[in-house]
């Protein structure tokens, strides 16, 4: 349902809060970062946040930016609100950690010592994953999978493609970033093409066979876009291993496949920070412990968000908040000497086939044999024979979680 602003306000206030030792510095600006500053700061505790730009560029709902559904002035947020909850916010890279003297090295050659450290440094494109894909041919077949420049790349790209040609998207084998996020694009842009160019096609080539709220998906496709909207598995020669970016050509096992317009969605791991700090693993991501997110590779630091290891629980902005909140307790208890109980985080993630049509996946995680596993039974997905006016109400939930996880996150 949705959410009064004013209960709303009344839920993310804070009381002021004095400046007390111990320090945390939290590293990364995101959903998780934020959220974990915040919520460290409701628990009394000096912190420090370390984000390099000083406007966030939100990735959720920027699928609807794509298919020029919503303004991308809605996508940006500050981090006035965190200054003004007492968080000390310093706008440069970290580019180092040094976890055996508890201190961040910062781009100006400036040291920041901590009692705990929290990473959130989000997702890194593996751009040595697809042959001839790299940051340059991102340039002509953008990811737009790091809302911003590239966002407005692939919708300037859209709109710039004459009525009858041809969309190609390459999706990745897991894990990723927001697992139905390219399904719920894939939508979006069917239906920017159906209102606007209806001559159009759009070829959708995934690694993988199946995928999040599936049959969701499939019979929104089958209902909305028939014959625009052509999905190629993995079993039918969907994996893209290489591109052609002067011919802007992506290239399969089978053949090759050239589209007007080119979206390549590569695979990930971790941010290059997380490199950096020894905090990651063989998998390219960070293995940590489920009930306080703290590192297993290095002592008092802690990862939240996309780059952390959460077993069943997806890389998403809601499961980083989840994430980021449960962390702060733990890391309040431990420096208190306080016993950490057993954690339950939510996952609820919401996707738009079309405007006013949402659909959703939730799930219950609790950690168990040293990973965070599914609560059988405690979450499921929409129901597959929902009438208009659900799916109209889910599409308004949407926006409406939007509003609450940014202002949660960044006032």
């Given at each position: 349902?949705?959410?009064?602003?004013?209960?709303?306000?009344?839920?993310?206030?804070?009381?002021?809060?004095?400046?007390?030792?111990?320090?945390?510095?939290?590293?990364?600006?995101?959903?998780?970062?934020?959220?974990?500053?915040?919520?460290?700061?409701?628990?009394?505790?000096?912190?420090?946040?370390?984000?390099?730009?000083?406007?966030?560029?939100?990735?959720?709902?920027?699928?609807?930016?794509?298919?020029?559904?919503?303004?991308?002035?809605?996508?940006?947020?500050?981090?006035?609100?965190?200054?003004?909850?007492?968080?000390?916010?310093?706008?440069?890279?970290?580019?180092?950690?040094?976890?055996?003297?508890?201190?961040?090295?910062?781009?100006?050659?400036?040291?920041?010592?901590?009692?705990?450290?929290?990473?959130?440094?989000?997702?890194?494109?593996?751009?040595?994953?697809?042959?001839?894909?790299?940051?340059?041919?991102?340039?002509?077949?953008p990811h737009a999978w790091q809302a911003g420049a590239q966002t407005e790349l692939l919708r300037a790209q859209l709109e710039a493609m004459e009525d009858g040609g041809t969309v190609v998207m390459a999706i990745p084998a897991n894990p990723y970033r927001c697992p139905p996020g390219p399904y719920e694009r894939a939508s979006l842009i069917?239906?920017?093409?159906?209102?606007?160019?209806?001559?159009?096609?759009?070829?959708?080539?995934?690694?993988?066979?199946?995928?999040?709220?599936?049959?969701?998906?499939?019979?929104?496709?089958?209902?909305?876009?028939?014959?625009?909207?052509?999905?190629?598995?993995?079993?039918?020669?969907?994996?893209?291993?290489?591109?052609?970016?002067?011919?802007?050509?992506?290239?399969?096992?089978?053949?090759?496949?050239?589209?007007?317009?080119?979206?390549?969605?590569?695979?990930?791991?971790?941010?290059?920070?997380?490199?950096?700090?020894?905090?990651?693993?063989?998998?390219?991501?960070?293995?940590?412990?489920?009930?306080?997110?703290?590192?297993?590779?290095?002592?008092?630091?802690?990862?939240?968000?996309?780059?952390?290891?959460?077993?069943?629980?997806?890389?998403?902005?809601?499961?980083?908040?989840?994430?980021?909140?449960?962390?702060?307790?733990?890391?309040?208890?431990?420096?208190?000497?306080?016993?950490?109980?057993?954690?339950?985080?939510?996952?609820?993630?919401?996707?738009?086939?079309?405007?006013?049509?949402?659909?959703?996946?939730?799930?219950?995680?609790?950690?168990?044999?040293?990973?965070?596993?599914?609560?059988?039974?405690?979450?499921?997905?929409?129901?597959?024979?929902?009438?208009?006016?659900?799916?109209?109400?889910?599409?308004?939930?949407?926006?409406?979680?939007?509003?609450?996880?940014?202002?949660?996150?960044?006032?």
């Open positions: 349902m949705r959410i009064p602003r004013r209960a709303l306000a009344g839920l993310l206030a804070t009381p002021a809060l004095a400046q007390a030792a111990p320090a945390v510095v939290v590293v990364g600006g995101g959903f998780g970062g934020a959220s974990c500053a915040r919520a460290l700061r409701r628990n009394g505790l000096a912190v420090t946040l370390v984000e390099p730009n000083a406007t966030y560029t939100a990735c959720p709902s920027s699928n609807a930016v794509i298919a020029g559904l919503r303004p991308m002035e809605r996508q940006r947020f500050g981090y006035d609100a965190l200054r003004a909850q007492g968080i000390g916010v310093v706008h440069q890279a970290a580019t180092g950690i040094d976890a055996a003297a508890r201190r961040v090295t910062l781009a100006d050659g400036s040291l920041l010592p901590y009692d705990r450290l929290v990473l959130s440094p989000g997702i890194a494109l593996r751009f040595d994953a697809l042959a001839g894909y790299d940051a340059a041919a991102a340039e002509v077949m069917a239906h920017y093409l159906k209102t606007r160019k209806p001559r159009s096609k759009l070829l959708v080539l995934d690694a993988k066979d199946a995928f999040s709220k599936q049959r969701l998906f499939e019979a929104a496709w089958a209902a909305l876009y028939p014959g625009l909207l052509e999905y190629v598995p993995l079993s039918g020669g969907g994996r893209v291993t290489g591109v052609e970016v002067a011919a802007r050509e992506v290239v399969t096992e089978f053949g090759s496949h050239a589209g007007a317009v080119v979206n390549v969605i590569p695979p990930q791991r971790a941010g290059a920070l997380a490199q950096i700090a020894g905090a990651a693993d063989r998998s390219g991501w960070c293995p940590i412990d489920p009930i306080s997110f703290e590192s297993r590779l290095l002592p008092k630091v802690h990862v939240v968000g996309d780059a952390c290891i959460a077993g069943a629980m997806p890389k998403s902005a809601f499961a980083a908040n989840a994430q980021a909140r449960v962390c702060a307790d733990a890391i309040a208890r431990l420096l208190r000497g306080v016993p950490l109980p057993e954690p339950r985080l939510l996952n609820t993630c919401y996707s738009l086939v079309a405007p006013g049509y949402g659909i959703s996946v939730a799930g219950v995680y609790r950690p168990a044999e040293g990973v965070l596993a599914d609560i059988p039974g405690a979450g499921g997905t929409s129901p597959l024979d929902a009438p208009a006016s659900f799916r109209e109400a889910e599409a308004g939930y949407a926006e409406d979680w939007f509003e609450t996880i940014t202002a949660d996150a960044f006032g």
